[in-house]
């Protein structure tokens, strides 16, 4: 599975921002396709995530409320929408890939990175 992550940028707080992570692979059907995110000096911590062959949504509790995952299976894309954005959402994040939900909320051995996409919120 290939991971292509876009859309980070620069926003005010309380402004919106949508990121996209373009799936490629054969085995991508079996899979979560998630979202976490890497502040400077902190560790990568886990935002969201969506099964791609059902309804089942994952998210932080940090996040609930004000993000939402959901995926384009005719694209292979996964969206991350994410409105009310604070300063404290500022970070790197990264889309990823993996056979079971636990697995990859925990972050433990995560099957697929993509690159990263920064996001900053300003104040």
């Known amino acids: 599975v290939q991971l292509q992550a876009s859309g980070g940028g620069s926003v005010q707080a309380g402004g919106s921002l949508r990121l996209s992570c373009a799936a490629s692979?054969?085995?991508?059907?079996?899979?979560?396709l998630g979202w976490f995110r890497q502040a400077p000096g902190k560790g990568r911590e886990f935002v969201a995530a969506?099964?791609?062959?059902?309804?089942?949504?994952y998210y932080a509790d940090t996040v609930k409320g004000r993000f939402t995952i959901s995926r384009a299976s005719s694209w292979n894309t996964v969206y991350l929408q994410m409105n009310s954005l604070k300063p404290e959402d500022t970070a790197v994040y990264y889309c990823?890939?993996?056979?079971?939900?636990?697995?990859?909320?925990?972050?433990?051995?995560?099957?697929?990175w993509g690159q990263g996409t920064q996001v900053t919120v300003s104040s």
């Open positions: 990823a890939a993996d056979g079971s939900p636990t697995t990859l909320m925990a972050n433990r051995g995560v099957d697929y």
């Open positions: 692979g054969r085995t991508v059907s079996r899979k979560v």
């Open positions: 969506v099964h791609w062959t059902g309804p089942n949504t």
